[in-house]
């Protein structure tokens, strides 16, 4: 009597168990959660300051631009309180002199340097003269 053996049938699917197909999901909902998690951890939730694009521009030229623009929207011969409450709200800390105000601000730089912006406001009868603006970036 001659053994006789079953021809194997024709299978559907992938071919993998169901228990390893499980196991496969699970490792990949895991590496998606992780990947997920990262991400919204490393997120920056701070807004940008309306001081970077004047930083980017170098201690010359951003203090130059910052002149420049502060000038053009409030031009000598304004009252001071509108443009102290603008500077406050950039972030300086803004305190008056014998002649006029002094507004200050300072953030972190690159290299745990710090970034300096100093705004000097010349007054004549309660009315802004002058406008100085310096930036400077260094060692903290």
Request: hydrophobic share 45%.
């Amino acid at each position: 009597m001659a053994r006789q053996t079953a021809e194997p049938s024709a299978t559907t699917g992938l071919g993998l168990q169901r228990e390893t197909l499980v196991r496969g999901g699970l490792v990949g909902l895991l590496l998606v959660l992780a990947v997920g998690g990262i991400a919204w951890l490393g997120a920056d939730p701070a807004p940008p300051s309306p001081l970077e694009g004047y930083r980017r521009m170098g201690p010359a030229a951003g203090g130059a631009a910052l002149q420049r623009d502060l000038l053009r929207e409030f031009p000598p011969g304004t009252p001071p309180a509108p443009l102290v409450r603008r500077l406050e709200g950039m972030g300086f800390a803004c305190l008056p002199a014998s002649e006029g105000w002094r507004c200050t601000h300072a953030a972190p730089g690159e290299d745990r340097r710090v970034w300096r912006a100093e705004l000097v406001l010349g007054l004549e009868d309660g009315a802004l003269a002058r406008l100085e603006a310096r930036m400077a970036e260094g060692a903290p």
